[in-house]
């Protein structure tokens, strides 16, 4: 049952905003959602509603790609990987995920911005298979993150570090 003042209105810039209520495990978060049609934000709504009612709540907030990483490096790979494997993901992403997209928000990130990530490490002179284990890292990292509901989808699910004509290194 929709909470009070939950509902679709319009507001003075011309723009449709809906206004949700989620129950969270840190207790229930007012959610909002834009649009320039109201039946784009009353789709998106009771897609938001559905996953909640299923206990699918995407609740990345205020996270960056940086702090998620960090977070993730030191509680989910620490004590599951070799001491090499771990100091070789370390290595990714300090050197070469978080200068380039460590501001990004985890909610806001994209494969656009994975592409270019890959696209600047190449042009930089890094190795293709190096770029692939960037890939691969950060793949592993946002599994997780949409494991633990915190984002919809694996931004690097759907980029690829190989251009075309490249050579391809693995799978």
Do not use: F
Not at 52 to 71: C, F, H, T
Not at 114 to 129: H, I, K, Q, S, T
Not at 136 to 165: F, M
């Amino acid at each position: 049952m929709p909470a009070k003042g939950d509902g679709i209105t319009k507001r003075k810039d011309g723009r449709y905003m809906a206004r949700y209520t989620v129950h969270t495990p840190d207790g229930p978060k007012r959610k909002v959602i834009y649009g320039m049609r109201y039946k784009d934000v009353e789709k998106k709504l009771n897609e938001a509603r559905g996953d909640a009612a299923k206990g699918l709540i995407y609740d990345a907030g205020k996270i960056s790609v940086e702090e998620y990483l960090n977070r993730w490096l030191s509680d989910s790979v620490r004590d599951t990987v070799r001491q090499r494997t771990y100091e070789r993901y370390e290595s990714l992403v300090r050197v070469h995920i978080v200068p380039s997209i460590g501001r990004v928000k985890l909610k806001a990130l994209t494969p656009a911005h994975l592409r270019r990530l890959y696209r600047e490490r190449l042009d930089a002179g890094l190795a293709p298979r190096t770029v692939l284990h960037v890939h691969r890292t950060l793949s592993k990292a946002l599994k997780q993150a949409t494991d633990d509901g915190l984002i919809p989808r694996n931004a690097a699910g759907r980029s690829s570090p190989h251009g075309p004509g490249e050579r391809r290194y693995g799978p």
